[in-house]
């Protein structure tokens, strides 16, 4: 047993002290020792605290300098019958008037009058909405407001007052929501200021210059139609009232040759013709187109020769009853879905998340400082 034991330890390998000390020169250098590295930020703790203080100091001097912006915004969607009755009762009048066309719209193609094309819900609603993101639009409003023109004369900075201008024209919009078979169900409209009041204010006068704007707009773009339709049925009543002069000259001229005729043949009673084209009515005799001639002489209603002109008489009668479509009719082309209020939470500055955020970047590089400055240490 001895000898074995002996022999067991003849393969084993004495421990060599210096080998022993060694072994955590050999360990790998990517391994990080996070006791040291926490004791090393414990001691530097008041100097990232410091940081952090400090970073988030300038977020809250940051936060508070920078001018605070509320909007205010209010849903519209297409007017229903009860916001644009009057201005549809006014334009009925002219119905009977103006002819059923073909017309394309929304992918389809349907018959209606062109005056009622004018009226749609659909038609009536995109004119505000392209009115109200209009760039003419907004310029126009907000040089003439007193708010922008006490803005511009009390301003403290440096910039050009088209680059204001500019950031006003970017804080007015109308925003497409909910699509419903590709169109937009309602918009939101929106203005945003400085203060709650002002947006509020802002909204409200703009959304009412728009709608006066577009009121006016429609009225006159019905107007106009029925001026330029009633141009065109004049013009129409004209050439058939001359068609109707030439062709009762013509009948006149007709007849006299016709008793030209008879007189000279000696027929003055009527006869029995089986000729389809005759050129002159001698059939009829030389009393007949005597008394033809009497009654030719005394005609002034032109739509015996030109029917079409009972028609075209009668339009033109009904636009002279109703010039226009009058331009104090009430109506709106738009309908709220809910109302125009002060804005409860300003959009910016955020100044609780930009201090946060500052604060906590402000450790991040004070952790780092403290870490990289160990490096070096070393």
Same mark, same amino acid.
């Given at each position: 047993?001895?000898?074995?034991?002996?022999?067991?330890?003849?393969?084993?390998?004495?421990?060599?002290?210096?080998?022993?000390?060694?072994?955590?020169?050999?360990?790998?250098?990517?391994?990080?020792?996070?006791?040291?590295?926490?004791?090393?930020?414990?001691?530097?703790?008041?100097?990232?605290?410091?940081?952090?203080?400090?970073?988030?100091?300038?977020?809250?001097?940051?936060?508070?300098?920078?001018?605070?912006?509320?909007?205010?915004?209010?849903?519209?969607?297409?007017?229903?019958?009860?916001?644009?009755?009057?201005?549809?009762?006014?334009?009925?009048?002219?119905?009977?008037?103006?002819?059923?066309?073909?017309?394309?719209?929304?992918?389809?193609?349907?018959?209606?009058?062109?005056?009622?094309?004018?009226?749609?819900?659909?038609?009536?609603?995109?004119?505000?909405?392209?009115?109200?993101?209009?760039?003419?639009?907004?310029?126009?409003?907000?040089?003439?407001?007193?708010?922008?023109?006490?803005?511009?004369?009390?301003?403290?900075?440096?910039?050009?007052?088209?680059?204001?201008?500019?950031?006003?024209?970017?804080?007015?919009?109308?925003?497409?929501?909910?699509?419903?078979?590709?169109?937009?169900?309602?918009?939101?409209?929106?203005?945003? @200021?400085?203060?709650?009041?002002?947006?509020?204010?802002?909204?409200?006068?703009?959304?009412?210059?728009?709608?006066?704007?577009?009121?006016?707009?429609?009225?006159?773009?019905?107007?106009?139609?029925?001026?330029?339709?009633?141009?065109?049925?004049?013009?129409?009543?004209?050439?058939?009232?001359?068609?109707?002069?030439?062709?009762?000259?013509?009948?006149?001229?007709?007849?006299?040759?016709?008793?030209?005729?008879?007189?000279?043949?000696?027929?003055?009673?009527?006869?029995?013709?089986?000729?389809?084209?005759?050129?002159?009515?001698?059939?009829?005799?030389?009393?007949?187109?005597?008394?033809?001639?009497?009654?030719?002489?005394?005609?002034?209603?032109? @739509?015996?020769?030109?029917?079409?002109?009972?028609?075209?008489?009668?339009?033109?009668?009904?636009?002279?009853?109703?010039?226009?479509?009058?331009?104090?009719?009430?109506?709106?082309?738009?309908?709220?879905?809910?109302?125009?209020?002060?804005?409860?939470?300003?959009?910016?500055?955020?100044?609780?998340?930009?201090?946060?955020?500052?604060?906590?970047?402000?450790?991040?590089?004070?952790?780092?400082?403290?870490?990289?400055?160990?490096?070096?240490?070393?």
């Amino acid at each position: 047993m001895t000898d074995n034991l002996v022999h067991n330890n003849s393969y084993s390998q004495p421990v060599n002290p210096e080998v022993k000390d060694l072994r955590p020169m050999f360990m790998s250098e990517d391994e990080i020792d996070l006791k040291t590295l926490f004791l090393t930020l414990w001691k530097s703790k008041w100097q990232i605290l410091s940081c952090s203080f400090m970073a988030g100091l300038v977020a809250l001097i940051y936060a508070f300098t920078v001018p605070e912006v509320w909007t205010s915004s209010v849903k519209v969607m297409e007017p229903r019958i009860n916001d644009y009755y009057q201005l549809r009762t006014e334009v009925n009048k002219f119905a009977p008037v103006f002819e059923e066309k073909k017309i394309a719209r929304d992918d389809e193609t349907i018959e209606e009058t062109e005056l009622a094309a004018l009226i749609q819900p659909d038609v009536l609603f995109k004119q505000y909405i392209d009115a109200f993101n209009s760039t003419i639009n907004k310029k126009a409003f907000i040089n003439n407001n007193e708010l922008y023109k006490k803005f511009i004369a009390n301003k403290k900075t440096s910039e050009h007052d088209e680059l204001i201008l500019e950031q006003w024209l970017n804080n007015v919009q109308a925003i497409p929501e909910q699509k419903k078979r590709g169109e937009p169900s309602y918009y939101t409209l929106s203005f945003s @200021s400085f203060s709650q009041e002002n947006s509020y204010l802002l909204l409200e006068q703009y959304t009412n210059y728009i709608a006066r704007l577009v009121n006016k707009h429609v009225i006159q773009g019905v107007n106009n139609t029925i001026t330029a339709y009633k141009a065109s049925l004049k013009s129409t009543s004209l050439l058939l009232s001359q068609k109707a002069i030439n062709k009762l000259e013509l009948e006149i001229k007709k007849t006299d040759i016709a008793i030209d005729i008879t007189t000279k043949a000696a027929i003055d009673k009527p006869f029995l013709s089986y000729a389809n084209n005759n050129l002159f009515p001698i059939n009829l005799g030389l009393d007949v187109n005597i008394a033809k001639k009497d009654v030719l002489k005394k005609i002034t209603d032109l @739509s015996f020769f030109e029917p079409e002109l009972i028609t075209i008489n009668g339009k033109l009668k009904i636009l002279s009853d109703n010039k226009k479509v009058r331009s104090n009719v009430e109506f709106s082309v738009i309908s709220y879905i809910d109302e125009i209020s002060l804005p409860l939470t300003k959009d910016k500055p955020k100044r609780a998340l930009i201090v946060m955020l500052v604060g906590l970047l402000g450790m991040m590089l004070g952790v780092a400082f403290v870490i990289v400055r160990k490096a070096f240490s070393y």
